[in-house]
């Protein structure tokens, strides 16, 4: 037995650390998981519509960073039973083909994706109680074209005043408009739904969950009436949630806001979607920034919206609106 003094360096053995052994690049393939979408999302729980049944899911170790929401479609492995107390794993999130999503204001830079993949925007704006916000339908309006939706706009309650002056005010944009009253969607709704997913959003109070619940039996969204003191909306529906249409299709449930932030798009993106205001601006002075200023000489050259507006091709509402989004975002820009 050699002494201690004896031992050589190759007579020392080493126990490897954590780390030592060189990590894999190569990750499971999954080649048997199954296509889903995610039509339902609860505290780390989603809902995914597969073969025409839901299954519960959390996802991978993986992808625990990677956001996934309602209308993402997902590959999927594990128990797909879709039985009571089965849990599914999602492996991978399919690239997105459509996306409405928001900030907290226009301050905040960060952008919340709400729907995946969704095919149009219903903006269902009410006529009366609560008064309608034109302003708020311009933001829904502006996130649906940047994210590559078609729109639908939706005036509801119009068995409470007159919705002529919202119809003279949207009828530039050419996209289709329908007018609901009585809580019934009428018959042309229905039709503009079929055979495509389509997200219901709008303020609190306006009636999208008492229109889905006309539209959808058995849906069951609750729904609740608007405040009278204050005359706004009260917060009923806390979460987004899919249904199947029974004339095929599907529609997209989601929760009243009282604002919807636009600070992760810029003044170029935000002015194409005013499609009825954006081609005046190639006639506007370089570095325009599309605000009014009454100081300037009037021989000066000033926004051509003003008399794109005066002309009569487009609402004077539909300026303030873009002028006030626009300002806010400028702001934004000027505190960074």
């Not at 894999?24 to 597969?50: E, H, I, M, N, W």
């Not at 459509?98 to 009410?126: G, M």
């Not at 074209?145 to 005010?169: H, N, R, T």
Request: proline share 8%; charged share 25%.
């Amino acid at each position: 037995m050699a002494r201690r003094l004896d031992l050589v360096e190759e007579d020392v053995r080493t126990r490897p650390g954590p780390g030592s052994r060189p990590r894999s690049r190569l990750r499971p393939t999954y080649p048997d998981a199954r296509l889903g979408q995610v039509v339902a999302v609860d505290r780390g729980r989603f809902t995914c519509a597969v073969d025409g049944r839901d299954v519960i899911a959390v996802r991978a170790k993986e992808l625990r960073r990677t956001p996934v929401v309602v209308g993402d479609f997902v590959a999927l492995v594990g128990d797909l039973s879709g039985r009571p107390d089965t849990l599914a794993r999602i492996v991978r999130v399919d690239p997105r083909r459509t996306v409405l999503r928001r900030s907290a204001d226009d301050t905040d830079p960060e952008e919340r994706v709400i729907v995946a993949n969704a095919d149009q925007l219903a903006v269902v704006c009410s006529v009366a109680n609560p008064a309608p916000q034109p302003r708020l339908v311009d933001r829904y309006l502006v996130a649906a074209f940047d994210g590559g939706l078609d729109v639908v706009l939706v005036f509801s309650k119009a068995d409470l005043a007159d919705p002529q002056p919202l119809l003279d005010m949207y009828r530039p944009l050419e996209v289709p408009m329908v007018v609901t009253a009585n809580r019934q969607p009428g018959p042309e709704l229905p039709e503009l739904l079929r055979d495509r997913m389509t997200v219901f959003a709008g303020a609190s109070g306006v009636g999208k969950s008492t229109l889905i619940n006309a539209l959808v039996p058995g849906a069951g969204r609750a729904t609740a009436e608007v405040n009278e003191v204050t005359g706004k909306g009260r917060h009923v529906t806390t979460s987004t949630v899919v249904f199947d249409l029974p004339g095929g299709g599907r529609v997209v449930d989601t929760p009243g806001v009282r604002s919807f932030g636009l600070a992760h798009l810029d003044v170029e993106r935000v002015v194409a979607a005013f499609p009825d205001l954006a081609p005046a601006t190639v006639d506007c002075p370089r570095d325009c920034d599309h605000q009014p200023h009454p100081e300037l000489d009037p021989e000066a050259a000033r926004c051509a919206l003003d008399s794109w507006v005066a002309a009569g091709h487009a609402a004077a509402q539909r300026l303030e609106s873009l002028r006030r989004l626009l300002a806010s975002l400028q702001h934004r820009e000027a505190d960074r």
